[in-house]
Protein backbone atom coordinates (compact mmCIF):
# COMPACT_ATOMS: atom_id res chain seq x y z
CA UNK A 1 0.00 0.00 0.00
CA UNK A 2 1.18 3.56 -1.10
CA UNK A 3 -0.41 6.54 0.24
CA UNK A 4 0.51 9.47 -1.78
CA UNK A 5 -0.02 13.04 -1.07
CA UNK A 6 0.54 15.71 -3.52
CA UNK A 7 1.73 19.32 -3.54
CA UNK A 8 2.76 22.73 -5.20
CA UNK A 9 0.49 23.58 -7.69
CA UNK A 10 -0.62 27.25 -8.00
CA UNK A 11 -0.88 29.90 -10.31
CA UNK A 12 2.06 31.08 -12.54
CA UNK A 13 3.01 33.57 -15.38
CA UNK A 14 3.72 32.33 -18.89
CA UNK A 15 7.44 31.25 -18.86
CA UNK A 16 7.65 30.91 -15.49
CA UNK A 17 8.88 27.62 -13.46
CA UNK A 18 6.83 25.59 -10.25
CA UNK A 19 7.59 22.45 -8.85
CA UNK A 20 5.60 19.79 -7.58
CA UNK A 21 5.73 17.47 -5.33
CA UNK A 22 5.05 13.40 -4.18
CA UNK A 23 5.73 11.74 -1.32
CA UNK A 24 4.61 8.46 -0.04
CA UNK A 25 3.16 9.35 3.34
CA UNK A 26 2.36 5.69 3.43
CA UNK A 27 4.79 3.22 1.72
CA UNK A 28 8.10 3.56 -0.33
CA UNK A 29 8.45 4.09 -4.11
CA UNK A 30 11.21 1.71 -3.78
CA UNK A 31 11.62 -0.62 -7.37
CA UNK A 32 8.48 1.32 -8.49
CA UNK A 33 7.59 3.65 -11.47
CA UNK A 34 6.58 7.02 -10.25
CA UNK A 35 4.35 8.90 -12.97
CA UNK A 36 2.65 12.46 -13.06
CA UNK A 37 -0.56 13.04 -15.59
CA UNK A 38 -2.60 15.83 -16.07
CA UNK A 39 -5.84 16.54 -17.01
CA UNK A 40 -8.26 19.34 -17.95
CA UNK A 41 -12.09 19.24 -17.76
CA UNK A 42 -13.77 16.93 -20.29
CA UNK A 43 -10.39 15.21 -21.82
CA UNK A 44 -8.82 12.01 -20.48
CA UNK A 45 -5.95 12.12 -17.93
CA UNK A 46 -2.76 12.51 -20.16
CA UNK A 47 0.42 11.22 -19.50
CA UNK A 48 3.11 13.84 -18.49
CA UNK A 49 6.62 11.72 -17.71
CA UNK A 50 7.45 8.73 -15.55
CA UNK A 51 10.46 7.98 -13.49
CA UNK A 52 11.94 4.37 -12.55
CA UNK A 53 12.98 4.81 -8.92
CA UNK A 54 15.32 2.44 -8.52
CA UNK A 55 17.42 3.20 -12.24
CA UNK A 56 16.99 6.82 -11.99
CA UNK A 57 15.99 6.72 -15.45
CA UNK A 58 13.25 8.61 -16.77
CA UNK A 59 10.63 9.31 -19.81
CA UNK A 60 8.67 11.78 -21.08
CA UNK A 61 5.56 13.16 -22.77
CA UNK A 62 6.72 14.97 -26.09
CA UNK A 63 4.76 17.95 -25.20
CA UNK A 64 6.70 18.49 -21.57
CA UNK A 65 10.26 17.29 -23.05
CA UNK A 66 13.24 19.82 -22.22
CA UNK A 67 11.13 21.79 -20.32
CA UNK A 68 9.58 19.45 -17.27
CA UNK A 69 11.97 17.17 -15.09
CA UNK A 70 11.10 14.57 -12.74
CA UNK A 71 13.45 13.63 -10.25
CA UNK A 72 13.66 11.82 -6.50
CA UNK A 73 14.88 12.33 -3.42
CA UNK A 74 15.19 9.12 -1.58
CA UNK A 75 15.73 10.50 2.03
CA UNK A 76 11.91 12.24 2.00
CA UNK A 77 10.66 9.35 -0.03
CA UNK A 78 9.28 12.15 -2.89
CA UNK A 79 9.00 12.42 -6.53
CA UNK A 80 9.63 16.01 -7.70
CA UNK A 81 7.82 17.68 -11.00
CA UNK A 82 9.82 20.77 -11.91
CA UNK A 83 7.89 22.42 -14.84
CA UNK A 84 10.21 25.02 -16.46
CA UNK A 85 8.86 27.46 -19.64
CA UNK A 86 5.20 26.92 -18.56
CA UNK A 87 2.61 27.49 -20.92
CA UNK A 88 -0.62 28.27 -20.69
CA UNK A 89 -1.73 24.64 -21.92
CA UNK A 90 0.06 23.30 -19.29
CA UNK A 91 -2.47 24.26 -17.06
CA UNK A 92 -4.39 21.23 -15.91
CA UNK A 93 -4.77 19.09 -12.26
CA UNK A 94 -1.95 17.31 -12.15
CA UNK A 95 -1.67 13.48 -10.55
CA UNK A 96 1.13 11.40 -8.84
CA UNK A 97 0.72 7.81 -9.72
CA UNK A 98 2.77 4.81 -8.80
CA UNK A 99 2.80 1.09 -10.60
CA UNK A 100 5.82 -1.72 -10.19
CA UNK A 101 5.25 -1.39 -14.22
CA UNK A 102 6.19 1.07 -16.76
CA UNK A 103 3.71 2.20 -18.70
CA UNK A 104 2.27 5.56 -20.44
CA UNK A 105 -1.09 4.61 -19.62
CA UNK A 106 -3.19 5.44 -16.26
CA UNK A 107 -4.95 2.03 -16.28
CA UNK A 108 -1.87 0.57 -15.55
CA UNK A 109 -1.33 2.59 -12.15
CA UNK A 110 -2.57 0.86 -8.79
CA UNK A 111 -1.63 4.31 -6.48
CA UNK A 112 -2.62 7.74 -6.99
CA UNK A 113 -2.59 11.68 -5.41
CA UNK A 114 -5.02 13.65 -4.87
CA UNK A 115 -4.60 16.11 -7.43
CA UNK A 116 -2.99 19.55 -7.47
CA UNK A 117 -4.33 22.17 -9.93
CA UNK A 118 -1.81 24.24 -12.19
CA UNK A 119 -2.93 27.38 -13.98
CA UNK A 120 -0.79 29.20 -16.04
CA UNK A 121 -1.97 32.44 -16.76
CA UNK A 122 -0.69 34.10 -20.15
Known amino acids: QVLLVESGGGLVQAGNSLRLSCAASEGTFSGMFIAWFRQTPGKEREFVGV????????DYADSVEGRFTISGDNAKNTVYLQMNSLKPEDTAVYYC???????????????WGQGTQVTVSS
Open 97 to 111: AAASIYARSPDRYTY
Open 51 to 58: LWWSGHSD
